[in-house]
């Protein structure tokens, strides 16, 4: 059974940092890529950043570009979204996404989704 | 870029069929074929009903079909059930490894 699960969610200030991190099982976690997405109180779905199954390649959305830095560790099967500089706009809830189809960098369908890690930048 | 445009709102009663609209742009959902449709309850995470235009991972209802004309790409539910009243966002590959979502769209089973 696929399994994501996030966690470092909490509250930071403006300007400060947070490390968040997405443990998967029941897949070959290598194989796939994978992505964040977050949603911010009341609102709609939005892409983050993504990652390919190797590390090799990385994207992020604009609005993160610069500040927020996606990694993995395949040995241990965890994604990583480190987020600093934060802004009171990257109030959300943040997902981990497993892409749909293995072996590809595309970033286009997520099949398993976490249960979601609450940030709140606030003063 | 901007989200994809989604009514935020569509409704029907138990049976009957819904069909919600997401428009994008050329440079999205106009082309390319990698569009997607989620459905959300509250409290939940995001659930995959539809890949590519139109094709159902495993497990999802026969009720559940895609389609795409153009620039705008359609979700149908047919046979509404109470448990189809969730929120529903459609996504577009919009090259580059850009991934956007539309603004969402609350179905209510009246």
């Known amino acids: 059974e696929v399994r994501l699960l996030e966690s470092g969610g909490g509250s930071a200030q403006p300007g400060g940092s947070l490390r968040l991190s997405c443990t998967a099982s029941g897949f070959t976690f290598s194989n796939y890529a994978m992505s964040w997405v977050r949603q911010a109180p009341g609102r709609g779905l939005e892409w983050v950043s993504a990652?390919?199954?190797?590390?090799?390649?990385?994207y992020s959305t604009d609005s993160v570009r610069g500040r927020f830095t996606i990694s993995r560790d395949n040995s241990k099967k965890t994604l990583y979204l480190q987020m600093n500089n934060l802004r009171a706009e990257d109030t959300a809830v943040y997902y981990c996404?497993?892409?749909?189809?293995?072996?590809?960098?595309?970033?286009?369908?997520?099949?398993?989704w976490g249960q979601g890690t609450l940030v709140t930048v606030s003063s | 870029q901007s989200a994809l445009t989604q009514p935020p709102s569509a409704s029907g009663s138990p049976g009957q069929s819904v069909t919600i609209s997401c428009t994008g742009s050329r440079s999205d959902v106009g082309g390319f074929n990698y569009v997607s449709w989620y459905q959300q309850h509250p409290g939940e995470a995001p659930k995959l009903l539809i890949f590519e235009v139109n094709q159902r991972p495993s497990g999802v209802p026969e009720r559940f079909s895609g389609s795409k004309s153009g620039n705008t790409a359609s979700l149908t539910v047919s046979g509404l059930q109470a448990e189809d009243e969730a929120d529903y966002y459609c996504t577009s590959y919009a090259g580059r490894n850009n991934l956007i979502f539309g603004a969402g769209t609350k179905l209510t089973v009246l």
């Open positions: 990652i390919s199954g190797s590390a090799g390649s990385t």
């Open positions: 996404a497993k892409e749909l189809e293995a072996h590809t960098d595309m970033v286009t369908y997520f099949d398993f």
